[in-house]
């Protein structure tokens, strides 16, 4: 049996997380999302739990932004090869620019919409699960 495709989602926005939380159990038992709601937490669990296949990460986040925290994981050689896929309500072009520079793996812009938000949930779940290979992350580059 396939290991459940796995997601981290942080965003220090309490309700953003829940409704993003609920959009995603619409996928069943075969995806597993763990939420943190800081960037230092998101780097802990990076750090000791397992690795997920992609890391959703919010851009304006206090104290630590998601610039900061997509950095910490492309400079950590245990890290790097984690697909970091930034979601944000900004859509400047410096915005996008600088999250591709860091090595960002997709740039998504918030819907303002509940139907397009899901939508976009779906679209984003059906790619990166699709884009797995059955080891992946659970066998770490050499």
Request: net charge negative.
């Amino acid at each position: 049996m396939t290991r459940p495709f796995r997601v981290l989602l942080v965003d220090d926005n309490p309700a953003d997380l829940l409704l993003a939380q609920e959009v995603f159990e619409e996928h069943g038992a075969g995806l597993t999302v763990t939420s943190c709601a800081s960037g230092s937490e998101a780097l802990r669990h990076l750090r000791t739990g397992p690795h997920p296949d992609v890391v959703i990460l919010d851009v304006n986040m206090p104290v630590m932004s998601g610039f900061e925290v997509l950095q910490a994981i492309k400079e950590d050689p245990a890290l790097v090869y984690i697909p970091v896929v930034m979601l944000s309500t900004s859509s400047q072009p410096g915005d996008v620019a600088r999250a591709y520079t860091l090595h960002a793996s997709s740039y998504m812009v918030k819907s303002t919409s509940f139907q397009k938000f899901v939508d976009q949930v779906d679209a984003f779940v059906n790619f990166w699960r699709e884009s797995r290979t059955p080891s992946w992350p659970d066998r770490q580059l050499q």
